[in-house]
């Protein structure tokens, strides 16, 4: 019997909010719109905070599960590096 499958849950944390609101417009990329998910730029949680107050909070649907997950969270890292955006994910 499979494993029960659990939607994508993280949060990306950053050094300020400049790159917080870099990275929004990073996961507005066409490149990532295969992929069903929802972000919201939301205050950094106290157990993930570091110098910014913002942070990223992305949600994936069911089809954003297991080997997706994977494939996602590559893209977004490059897709993050490509800008220079230095980030933490810190999956849930």
């Not at 949060?11 to 870099?22: D, I, K």
């Amino acid at each position: 019997m499979p494993a029960k499958l659990k939607p994508f849950r993280a949060y990306l944390v950053f050094e300020n909010s400049f790159s917080a609101f870099g990275a929004q417009r990073v996961l507005s990329s066409p490149l990532l719109g295969e992929f069903d998910f929802k972000c919201q730029l939301v205050p950094t949680p106290k157990e993930y905070s570091n110098n910014c107050t913002l942070a990223l909070y992305i949600e994936g649907g069911w089809g954003l599960c297991a080997e997706r997950e994977r494939e996602f969270k590559d893209l977004l890292i490059m897709l993050l590096a490509q800008k220079h955006i230095k980030h933490d994910i810190m999956q849930l």
